[in-house]
């Protein structure tokens, strides 16, 4: 057992409206800079719809994330290293900018300057990439609110596989939103397909960079990524991504997107798993069976062998303790209420969703039932007006049953708490039907619905990886291991773990032998007096 951390998502998709206040203020803070016009960290889908970039879920055609090989192991459903390098220069499974949209502006200097005349002035829209006259024809979340018509959604490739169960006939069509991130997967692919090993994950807290200096800009990693969270900046000929705002989960602090998230159905947490179950739980053959698989890889912070193994590792204490506390780990292991988004492609990805049951409420009501009594309640999650069936294909492979019980669990705590609520005699009996007690519904009621801040975000300050390990275990990708897919050796990208300055061992020398001392890392500075190392030695002052 080899136990690594995890900083983890769960988003609660009862709550989001769609205001897209996440998107914004990931946007002015890590992609207002020329090159990234078209980029969005965040994005805020309308389900069903195509998404952003339009048929992204669609791996027939873009061929990203893991298969199975030949003789089962894991292979990148871009190929392998022959069929990437005989693609190098010409890769016809990129996303172009209008799959992505082409941004734009408006014209507003036409408003302002035009003479007075008898026509009213316009301001019509110019491209950002080059600033010409363009027309208005997709855009990030063209889908919202089903704006985009019954031709759009029916090229959403989730719809497409369940065409004949669903007819979107529009007085009778359901709909919601899904915010999107980088999945700061497990088993990412976009770091395995990387032929200049640039991106890499953090052994830390599993976020997933991109080293900016090793990057060039080759763009597998873009098409490698099932999710397409992987950006090309044009001006800088670099690939970005989310970094799940790491400066400030290093100082135990939420990601912008959960800060200002109107709905507060974002929340955060550590979770332990084991790094060397990953793999194989990856390469499970039955698509339906990777859920279960990579709940499997999670470990109990409780455990006594676990926090031993934990703290052999070098995870701090204080990070175990979070561990136990994380409103993640309660969420997906246990009430078994998040589920994780297209584990089919084997990614194992790290931000989950609970899934939206509000519309049974009203669609019960609306037929002259009592819409939180259990038994109409239940009896309505197999007829609800999003389809398990479509909500499978997002988060289970195709397996309704987990996201029945996920729902049935939900009911529950909502049929729970009405009695307390108002003060009726309570039935042990829901709690039972949903395998939970009637603890757990009032917890999971607390959790989703009165949790305030620092119970939505337990994010503990971050330490620098490797630091007290046992010998042999202390940095590193956490898939670099033999047979594992991870890019680098022990030594991590470059000789440092992360964006954190290295341990005084590892600052003598750099894998080739050259010296590290006098580096300094301005990202550990407190901004204060002049760090040692921050001019060449002998200078002095700056010149």
């Given at each position: 057992m080899r136990v690594m951390s995890q900083i983890a998502m769960v988003m609660n998709l009862d709550k989001c409206i769609g205001c897209h206040t996440c998107s914004v203020t990931c946007k002015q803070t890590w992609t207002n800079r020329k090159g990234t016009e078209y980029a969005w960290f965040n994005n805020v889908e309308t389900r069903p719809g195509q998404g952003y970039p339009r048929g992204h879920e669609d791996q027939e055609k873009w061929r990203g994330g893991w298969r199975l090989g030949s003789r089962g192991g894991l292979v990148p459903r871009s190929g392998g290293r022959a069929r990437r390098l005989a693609r190098l220069f010409a890769n016809p499974e990129l996303p172009s900018l209008a799959d992505y949209y082409e941004p734009w502006t408006y014209d507003y200097d036409t408003l302002i300057s035009a003479p007075l005349g008898d026509d009213l002035p316009t301001a019509r829209p110019r491209s950002l990439i080059d600033g010409r006259p363009t027309d208005i024809t997709w855009g990030p979340n063209w889908d919202d609110d089903l704006g985009g018509g019954p031709e759009h959604l029916s090229a959403d490739p989730v719809l497409k596989k369940m065409s004949e169960r669903v007819q979107l006939d529009y007085e009778q069509a359901f709909m919601f939103h899904l915010p999107r991130i980088c999945e700061h997967c497990l088993n990412p692919s976009c770091v395995a397909v990387c032929p200049s090993g640039a991106l890499y994950k953090r052994v830390e807290d599993g976020i997933v960079l991109v080293d900016q200096d090793r990057c060039r800009g080759w763009r597998m990693c873009v098409s490698g990524c099932p999710y397409?969270?992987?950006?090309?900046?044009?001006?800088?000929?670099?690939?970005?991504?989310?970094?799940?705002?790491?400066?400030?989960?290093?100082?135990?602090?939420?990601?912008?997107?959960?800060?200002?998230?109107?709905?507060?159905?974002?929340?955060?947490?550590?979770?332990?798993?084991?790094?060397?179950?990953?793999?194989?739980?990856?390469?499970?053959?039955?698509?339906?069976?990777?859920?279960?698989a990579q709940l499997e890889c999670f470990l109990d912070p409780h455990d006594p062998d676990v926090v031993r193994a934990a703290e052999e590792s070098g995870i701090p204490h204080d990070w175990i303790t979070a561990a136990r506390r994380s409103p993640v780990r309660d969420l997906i292991t246990r009430y078994r209420v998040a589920l994780p988004l297209h584990p089919e492609y084997r990614t194992m990805p790290m931000v989950w969703y609970v899934p939206p049951l509000s519309p049974v409420v009203d669609a019960l009501t609306g037929s002259g039932h009592d819409g939180e009594h259990p038994a109409p309640l239940f009896g309505a999650i197999d007829a609800l007006r999003i389809p398990l069936e479509y909500l499978a294909g997002l988060f289970t492979a195709g397996d309704t049953a987990p996201v029945e019980a996920a729902l049935c669990r939900l009911a529950a705590m909502r049929a729970h708490m009405r009695r307390v609520n108002l003060g009726e005699e309570r039935d042990p009996a829901i709690a039972r039907g949903v395998g939970l007690d009637e603890s757990d519904l009032e917890a999971m009621y607390r959790l989703l619905a009165l949790a305030k801040y620092e119970e939505r975000y337990v994010v503990p300050t971050t330490y620098v990886a490797g630091a007290g390990t046992a010998a042999g275990t202390g940095s590193g990708c956490s898939l670099d291991h033999d047979g594992g897919p991870g890019m680098y050796g022990a030594g991590g990208v470059d000789g440092f773990e992360g964006f954190h300055a290295p341990p005084v061992a590892a600052a003598a020398a750099a894998p080739d032998g050259r010296s590290l001392r006098g580096r300094v890392n301005l990202l550990n500075w407190n901004g204060r007096g002049r760090p040692s190392g921050l001019f060449p030695e002998g200078t002095g002052e700056a010149r």
């Open positions: 397409k969270k992987v950006y090309f900046n044009h001006a800088t000929g670099k690939a970005e991504k989310c970094t799940f705002c790491y400066p400030r989960i290093e100082a135990g602090e939420p990601t912008v997107c959960s800060e200002t998230c109107v709905g507060r159905l974002r929340y955060l947490g550590v979770m332990l798993y084991d790094a060397d179950r990953v793999g194989e739980a990856a390469s499970v053959p039955d698509e339906q069976r990777l859920y279960q």
